[in-house]
């Protein structure tokens, strides 16, 4: 059994920055896991050790946020233009927040009903559109400042100015 957890550890430290590229180019678990040769919750389970994993919303938030939506008749409506949703295929259960936007310390917790809204699907691809392009921005600016580890700022490196450690 020991030498089964060291070979995954060693695994593990081979294929992350592989798994960590494939997120990045949006790729799925199940994916990941044809391409790698691991089963979905390993890397499930690598990827929230890593603080890379998408949290997402329980069965019972997800009813939760989907009766908040629905009106005496039984029809579900958009929460951003109130447009009618018939059938779940109409609509989409999506973070306030975009995940990649959120700060680390709050992606730890469980997300409850008001972190998430019910949106028809037009409005859930506007969001999505906002939120890739806010999340590459956030990217840009932590690229642009120096986190601490990390060496100097993309700025400093530009323009040749030396900076001194933390």
Sequence with gaps: MGRLRVQARLDRAR?????????????????????????????QKWLQEAGM?????????????????????GDAHCEQCGAICPTRADYEID???????RPAGD??????????????????EKKTRRDKFEIAKAKRLEDKHRVVGRGPTQIARRYGIKQEGP
């Design 15 to 43: 294929l992350m920055p592989r798994i960590a590229q494939m997120r990045k180019e949006e790729r799925s678990h199940a994916e990941i896991s044809l391409e790698i040769g691991c089963a979905v919750s390993t890397i």
């Design 53 to 73: 994993a998408r949290i997402n919303f329980s069965a019972a938030v997800k009813r939760q946020i989907a009766t908040r939506a629905t009106d005496l008749k």
């Design 95 to 101: 973070h306030c927040v975009a995940e990649g936007v």
């Design 107 to 124: 992606r730890r917790r469980a997300l409850a009903a008001a972190d998430g809204k019910l949106l028809c699907l037009a409005c859930h």
